[in-house]
């Protein structure tokens, strides 16, 4: 039972296998515990029937509505999230449309990049204000943009479950989506997405698609390699988290560090790539152990003294903000795109 519960608690941040001298890869001995626990009866039938959902945006939506889930006045929207299996779950409010139904299919036609952007389900979904950003940040520096309407759920939430079957039909509906395009770049918004996309998806599909997942990229990583970006440097004091699936499971560090540097007066805090507390679903059934870890984040934020604190994942924005209220304690958290975005506009 304390195996299970250990396998269960571990939030695949892949920062174990960044230091093992012996380089093993304790990851993929927890996915392939996960996979075996996933067939037998430990997960919830209403766990199950979640993870459906997700898989199909349409019914994901319904759903969300129908549970009349939102954030209320005062309710951090992650405190009561424990609870989302039994109805009473506070989330952020949904948006009246999608990210993807918000925008044409092609965007800024005739730029000196071609990509394809892959939103993510939070993003669609919630936080669409970081696809507003991106989108009005690539237009400005001259890229066209494919939005394809009919991308689905990268899959991640389905592998972290162990249900490999699933998030095999989404990678392929996804390669599918995207395969018939000319573009130099997929760009994502979301860490969990990019990772699941550029590395989980090969060993899931019995083909060959490194054509595809050589495609994949980060927002950050697409700006500092691929676009030439140069704005005036602002003296907001700004600091950085790292994303645990971009900093340990695809060594992004420094790019994100190094376009902040040049237009903020960046500060490091301490212990900066240390997991938040979010952890994918760590906050949903470990929500104790998630609070120890975001109480730390919290001191690491206040003792760096900035008054922003900059990311690159929708999921950690969500929780340090509420861990940040938690402990009365007033800062801004942005994703990078939206630090580019301010420094484009003034």
């Known amino acids: 039972e304390r195996c299970i519960d250990t396998i269960k608690a571990c939030i695949k941040c892949t920062r174990c296998a960044d230091i093992c001298p012996s380089g093993v890869r304790p990851e993929k001995i927890v996915q392939s515990a996960r996979e075996l626990l996933y067939k037998s009866i430990d997960l919830s039938e209403q766990a199950r029937e979640i993870l459906s959902m997700v898989s199909n945006s349409e019914r994901f939506r319904k759903y969300l509505i129908s549970q009349n889930i939102d954030k209320t006045d005062n309710i951090p929207p992650l405190w009561q999230l424990p609870l989302i299996f039994h109805g009473k779950a506070y989330l952020p409010k949904l948006a009246e449309k999608t990210a993807l139904e918000s925008y044409p299919e092609y965007i800024n036609s005739g730029g000196k990049h071609k990509i394809a952007l892959f939103i993510g389900c939070s993003i669609n979904y919630s936080n669409t204000y970081i696809a507003d950003s991106t989108i009005d940040v690539l237009k400005k520096l001259g890229v066209s943009i494919f939005l394809p309407k009919d991308q689905s759920c990268c899959g991640a939430p389905m592998l972290f479950h162990g249900d490999t079957q699933k998030a095999k039909e989404l990678a392929e509906h996804n390669i599918e989506t995207l395969k018939y395009e000319d573009f130099e770049a997929i760009i994502t918004l979301c860490p969990a997405c990019s990772v ?146 301010k420094s484009l506009n003034t």
């Open 196 to 341: 699941t996309m550029k590395q989980e998806y090969e060993k899931i599909i019995d083909d060959d698609i490194r054509d595809f997942t050589s495609k994949v990229f980060d927002i950050s990583e697409f700006i500092d390699k691929l676009c030439d970006y140069s704005v005036k440097k602002s003296d907001i004091s700004l600091t950085y988290h790292d994303p645990c699936y971009l900093r340990f499971a695809q060594n992004v560090y420094d790019e994100p560090r190094k376009i902040l540097k040049n237009i903020t007066d960046y500060i490091e805090m301490k212990d900066a790539n240390k997991c938040c507390g979010y952890g994918g679903t760590l906050a949903l059934f470990h929500p104790e152990i998630s609070g120890k870890i975001g109480e730390k984040k919290v001191k690491s934020i206040v003792q760096s003294g900035a008054d922003i604190v900059a990311t690159g994942c929708s999921g950690c924005i969500l929780f340090i903000k509420d861990q940040l209220v938690k402990y009365n304690i007033n800062k801004e958290v942005l994703h990078t795109i939206q630090v580019i975005q």
